[in-house]
């Protein structure tokens, strides 16, 4: 699938919070697994999930912008913070 979901796929998407994407993206994985929903819906359900993914992916690349890592001197005591530097 693309990188860029369009807008009108996105509805309401850009104003939710990382947890209430989660959540929607969550239960929507459940009900492609279980099968309960026709091809069409399968689709655009499908959909929204990428774009939520998407979103969830953002939210979480500017939580982590913002994370700092404490620095401490030999004896032990706090010295500072600097930027962390995610695990790859």
Known sequence: MADAIPA???GDITGLTFE???KELE???GRLERGDVELEE???IYERGEALKQ?????LRQAEAKV???TF???GKPTGT??????Q
């Open 27 to 29: 239960g929507i994985v």
């Open 20 to 22: 209430a994407a989660l």
């Open 8 to 10: 009108a796929k996105q």
């Open 82 to 87: 600097q930027p962390l530097e995610p695990q």
């Open 68 to 70: 700092e890592r404490l």
């Open 55 to 59: 979103h969830c992916d953002r939210l």
């Open 42 to 44: 399968s689709i655009n």
């Open 73 to 75: 001197g030999a004896d």
